[in-house]
């Protein structure tokens, strides 16, 4: 993750370079080209639910597009870093894709200053998306008044998976959520006094970053976290000091031995028994999906102690790079990625909701009639860990320090380091 991160935040220095060059794809008629014969999508998605949700979308596209072909350039491993390296050669060689995958918000800043991304409010006008996608969410898009991508779905952060036999065989309802960070802590003694050598699993960095993000959200509330990102509220605040406190003691619940491991290998301690909790995005649910778990039997879920009320967004999104061969097959992709029916299949499949506001929750299951409902009622908040919150050249430096702190616990190096991240970020 870390060094996808760095990939990604030298894109604005190697855009401004090339900004003064001639050649590559600034010839002929690439850039301004409507060419519809095909489009070449970017994306991490080559495995697992994720690649299940990416053919659910190409089975729509074919549909809506059949004259449009299809090329799937997804790069597989690394949690997504094998894909964001190789899409920077290949922007700073310009030869961009027709269209990338990446996180809506903060994370595309370091494109959109690169100039390396196309302006999609016209998009969006043209295709009525500014009626169909929430305010909470455009918001969250709009850059000087410009939008630059459009989300295929809407994924939850503050979300804690837990298996119910291992919480009911210690005498832990695992129907109620504790009322805060105190009361979640109590539960880890208890099952740990019950022999669950593992109450909390954690897996790579980016997972121990939003696990770190929760539990400033539960400390800080939602006007406090966010104002972290605006330099509103200072790393140096008490609460974070308590906020760091809380952590290092859920950290001592956890499998932090597990750094070297993606998502997944922690979601699945939950789901085999082996683990309580597991603080995961609601990718989670196709996992346990694809698992044979049933929701509210085998396994439940609620928000983060201390979170209730609070949605905690990212959004997977697709871009317009400026230089695209086939924008007219990029124009037909994102269509089908912001339609109704598209939306339905791929959320469908990777457990998030859709971004689109007149989708009809009896589309989906359970678990997901009740992101829906909290993304329309709760208050929003943007994800720290996966890119929707601050730039990427920031999140890297809390990767780091967040990494240093795992393997030390000391507190005050974490908590200076971060006063200086936000320092360094907004001047």
């Known amino acids: 993750m ?55 979308l190409v089975k729509v596209f074919d549909e809506q597009f059949p004259n449009t072909e299809f090329v799937n350039a997804a790069v597989a491993g690394g949690a997504g870093s094998n894909a964001k390296n190789a899409l920077a050669s290949r922007l700073k060689a310009n030869n961009p894709p027709d269209s990338f995958q990446a996180h809506a918000g903060a994370e595309l800043t370091d494109y959109i200053e690169a100039d390396k991304l196309e302006d999609l409010s016209s998009f969006y006008k043209d295709n009525g998306l500014n009626d169909v996608f929430p305010s909470t969410l455009l918001d969250r898009l709009t850059v000087d008044g410009k939008i630059y991508s459009v989300p295929s779905n809407i994924h939850r952060a503050n979300v804690v998976w837990l298996n119910t036999s291992v919480l009911t065989d210690a005498g832990i309802d695992p129907t109620k959520a504790p009322a805060d960070l105190d009361a979640w ?20 960095d980016w997972t121990q970053v939003q696990l770190f993000e929760n539990v400033l959200l539960s400390v800080l509330g939602a006007d406090g976290y966010s104002g972290l990102w605006d330099g509103s509220t200072k790393f140096d605040d008490a609460k974070v000091t308590k906020a760091i406190d809380y952590y290092t003691k859920l950290l001592s619940f956890a499998n932090t031995d597990g750094t070297g491991q993606d998502w997944p290998v922690a979601t699945d301690m939950v789901i085999d028994g082996t683990a309580a909790y597991n603080v995961m ?35 997977d999104s697709f871009t317009l790079p400026v230089g695209a061969p086939h924008a007219g097959g990029a124009k037909n992709w994102l269509k089908t990625i912001s339609s109704a029916d598209g939306q339905k299949a791929f959320n469908l499949a990777k457990g998030s909701i859709p971004a689109r506001t007149d989708a009809d929750p009896a589309d989906y299951p359970e678990y997901q009639q009740g992101a829906i409902a909290s993304f329309s009622e709760d208050t929003v908040v943007s994800s720290l860990a996966h890119g929707a919150a601050v730039k990427v050249s920031w999140l890297n430096d809390v990767t780091s320090a967040i990494g240093q702190f795992v393997s030390t616990s000391d507190a005050k190096t974490l908590q200076d380091a971060l006063v200086q991240a936000q320092t360094k970020a907004l001047g």
Request: aromatic letters at 10%.
């Open 2 to 56: 870390r060094k996808a991160l760095a990939a990604v935040a030298g894109l604005a220095a190697v855009g401004l370079a090339l900004a003064g060059c001639s050649g590559g794809a600034d010839s002929g008629n690439a850039g301004g080209s409507d060419d519809d014969s095909q489009v070449e999508v970017f994306t991490w998605w080559a495995a697992g639910s994720e690649k299940a949700g990416l053919d659910a």
């Open 185 to 204: 802590l109590a539960d880890m003694e208890t099952l740990k006094a019950n022999g669950v050598e593992t109450p909390l699993s954690v897996a790579t």
């Open 281 to 315: 995005g609601d990718w989670a649910l196709a996992q346990f999906d694809a698992k044979g778990k049933v929701y509210g039997t085998d396994y439940t879920t609620w928000p983060t102690p201390g979170t209730d009320g609070t949605f905690d967004f990212l959004a």
